[in-house]
């Protein structure tokens, strides 16, 4: 049985990225951080009480912060692929807590690299990486974007990404070790961050519909993305781990859309009208801003042979369709005499 580690397992990527290695088999262990309270969500329905017996899905405690707790779970679980998925990973956060995004995002990729590469070193076993990078790695830089497009980012999460991709690029070539890359664009799920421009929108509008909300306050609605569905997505990150040697992708739909066309179609699936209810607030303006991002995904196509399932609209569709299902036993509890 393969073993996986993935960190940040309990994110909106991990989470379906352990139902898909699941589905293959793999015995799949997650790194997460300790608190005081759990954050597991998206992964309980995955979970199974390892007291049981014959539980293939794993967690341990851990920090991209702390190398020592890293080395510590690899040599401990012995696994066969790494998912480097954890992150500070709100862009417009990252302005906020810019040393915290980089030692995370950045000397976090370094540390869990320097653990891989001492496990191998020790044990002489090989160990595949993937390393999570992102489509804000090119800001600035016209678009359309593929593997050979210059970065430039706009932001001190996008620089954080940039070094780990390099440093992900220097141990490969360095040290010999197995490590793609991902340069994935924007990908969205049900399972996002209610923080995401997307999911906020589409858990304010489903609220509106149904009175529980009136208001809706967004930045730029100019800004256009190349948006994909999460659950597609994380496929090509195992197809990289599988391919004969390692590399760099991009993984995108080469379609993009502006915030304010998710706004209206998701808006018009609800039959309202955004002009009643939404407004500019400054404050989730960023300082410097990315106005498009288009990824050229034809190598990921061409070599791993993948290519995304979902359309746009229909990503649109399932996360009204989720959040208006959240939204309709929000008002049950409130008309019940709840507090939500």
């Given at each position: 049985m393969r073993k996986a580690l993935i960190s940040g397992i309990t994110g909106q990527d991990g989470s379906y990225l352990a139902e898909l290695l699941l589905s293959k088999g793999y015995e799949v262990h997650g790194l997460m951080r300790r608190s005081s309270t759990f954050s597991t969500e998206r992964i309980d329905h995955l979970y199974s009480d390892p007291h049981a017996g014959g539980a293939r899905l794993k967690l341990h405690f851990g920090d991209l912060s702390d190398g020592s707790s890293m080395r510590h779970v690899i040599h401990q679980v012995r696994?066969?692929?790494?998912?480097?998925?954890?992150?500070?990973?709100h862009v417009r956060v990252s302005f906020d807590l810019p040393e915290y995004t980089a030692d995370v995002v950045a000397s976090g990729a370094l540390r869990l690299l320097e653990?891989?590469?001492?496990?191998?070193?020790?044990?002489?076993?090989?160990?595949?990486?993937?390393?999570?990078?992102?489509?804000?790695?090119?800001?600035?830089?016209?678009?359309?974007?593929?593997?050979?497009?210059?970065?430039?980012?706009?932001?001190?999460?996008?620089?954080?990404?940039?070094?780990?991709?390099?440093?992900?690029?220097?141990?490969?070539?360095?040290?010999?070790?197995?490590?793609?890359?991902?340069?994935?664009?924007?990908?969205?799920?049900?399972?996002?961050?209610?923080?995401?421009?997307t999911r906020k929108i589409t858990r304010a509008l489903t609220r509106i519909k149904l009175g529980l909300q009136d208001k809706l306050y967004l930045g730029?609605?100019?800004?256009?993305?190349?948006?994909?569905?999460?659950?597609?997505?994380?496929?090509?990150?195992?197809?990289?781990?599988?391919?004969?040697?390692?590399?760099?992708?991009v993984v995108a739909t080469g379609e993009s859309y502006a915030v304010s066309d998710f706004l209206r179609i998701a808006a018009a699936k609800l039959d309202l009208d955004p002009e009643n209810f939404v407004d500019l607030d400054p404050r989730y303006l960023r300082p410097t801003e990315v106005d498009e991002l288009i990824g050229d995904a034809s190598k990921a196509r061409k070599i791993l042979g993948w290519q995304p399932k979902t359309s746009f609209d229909e990503l649109v569709s399932m996360m009204i369709e989720n959040d208006l299902e959240m939204a309709a036993r929000e008002r049950t509890l409130l008309e019940a005499g709840h507090r939500v």
């Open positions: 696994p066969d692929e790494i998912y480097n998925l954890a992150a500070q990973s653990a891989v590469r001492d496990y191998r070193d020790r044990t002489k076993a090989e160990v595949r990486v993937y390393q999570a990078g992102s489509s804000e790695m090119f800001g600035a830089t016209p678009p359309p974007h593929s593997e050979v497009t210059p970065f430039y980012p706009r932001s001190p999460y996008a620089v954080s990404k940039v070094a780990a991709h390099w440093y992900a690029v220097n141990y490969r070539e360095a040290y010999g070790l197995f490590i793609c890359n991902g340069i994935l664009f924007n990908h969205e799920s049900p399972r996002r961050g209610e923080t995401f421009v730029n609605l100019d800004a256009r993305r190349d948006w994909g569905f999460a659950g597609d997505f994380v496929e090509a990150m195992w197809l990289m781990l599988q391919a004969d040697k390692p590399d760099d992708y």
